[in-house]
């Protein structure tokens, strides 16, 4: 999607918080913070990650923003 942000653009906090899920997938995570933040960006790299892994992945979520990303 054009105006994905690109992974190797998130800030250092983004990034940090990646790595941390990355690092630790078997433990459950709340990512909050407010309207623009990344909390979408975020939760949309590990869903891509996950998926090209080869794992099912499913989510609920409030934006459709998440769904149209993940389905392009």
Not at 20 to 32: A, F, G, K, L, M
Not at 37 to 61: C, E, P
């Amino acid at each position: 999607m054009p105006h994905l942000v690109p992974e190797g653009s998130l800030d250092k906090e983004q990034q940090a918080h990646l790595k941390t899920i990355r690092e630790n997938p078997n433990q459950s995570y709340w990512i909050s913070g407010f309207a623009g933040s990344g909390k979408t960006v975020l939760l949309y790299y590990m869903l891509r990650d996950l998926h090209d892994g080869g794992k099912k992945v499913a989510f609920a979520t409030f934006t459709h923003t998440l769904l149209r990303l993940f389905g392009s």
